[in-house]
């Protein structure tokens, strides 16, 4: 930490601010400048209150120069996180990227999710996507199948041998999705519910958390430590568009630079979706492509039997067809790009 005095401190004010860092354990080191006294402070932030020195007279500033999340920080560990799943499918570090595909939303029509489910299997992908608990901007749009859309997941995953992954929305209904579910995830709207990160931190399964519309990547990773620091480790990073000014050609603005920031400063996974990035299915291969070149771990895609009747994001999945025709190439893409190389390590 570093604490920039005001030109005009006093002595006594210098060695008030030296006091209370020494008292609280800090190492501390003063260097004097001709207009400024800087303090620089090395020691166990939790310890303190930065507002307290703040507000300590004659204290212009405080910096702090590590990063406020200590679990999901690079430096946490030596390695980064590789999550294993019981059938030996594997995310994160130097691994293959994986891709997980599916509805947007679990439908009455189970035959549907089981076509793209036998597709997914076909085209080499690890995990079924699709949501029993949707989270609708409106209360007038369908809500989701609840635990019939679990079920359906699980009869999907028994014939074809898919990891499943489903939205959770609230902590009541951890203990039900988690009894079905291979990855719990976390959507955008909830990704700073503080009640539910803390719940998923007891949670025995991997849990996927989506970047929030408005959220910096510090938040993000922040997020993320939440669930970390309640006991679960297990955390799937996923960039999924945030908000900017433009949004007459793209649903949201696909932040593909967070992917090798998150890859700098943390050792968790981290994947892209570039159906709910975008919200247009023209949009996907390429935006996936890049995700894929700037080292995301994995890709979602949203793929529908027929989109044009989807319950919800018919507009930006993909039919069947088309899914298998993009994941030919982004199959041939991920085969081409070294994952050893350390660029983004
Ligand atoms: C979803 O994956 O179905 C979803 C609702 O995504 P997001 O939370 O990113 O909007
Ligand atoms: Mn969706």
Redesign the pocket.
Known sequence: MIVVMEPRATEAQISKVEEYLISHGFKINLNRGEVLTVIAAIGDKRLINGHAISSLEGVHDVKFVQEPYKLAAKQAQDHDTVITFPNGVKIGGLEKPVLMVGP?SVEQEYEGLLKVAIAAKEMGCDFL?G?AF??RTSPYDFQGLEEKGLQYLARAREATGLLVVT?VMDTVDIPLVEKYADVL?V???NMQNFKLLKALGQCKKPVML?RGGAASIREFLLAAEHIMYHGNPNVILCE?GIKSFDDSFTRNTLDISAVPVIRKYSHLPIIV?PS?GTGKRYLIEPMGKAALIAGAHGL?MEVHHDPDHASSDGAQSLTIEQFKEVTRRLNKLIGRIDYDNKMNS
């Open positions: 947007c996507r949501g949707k989270p939205e995830q959507g955008a709207r989506k999924r979706d709910h979602m």
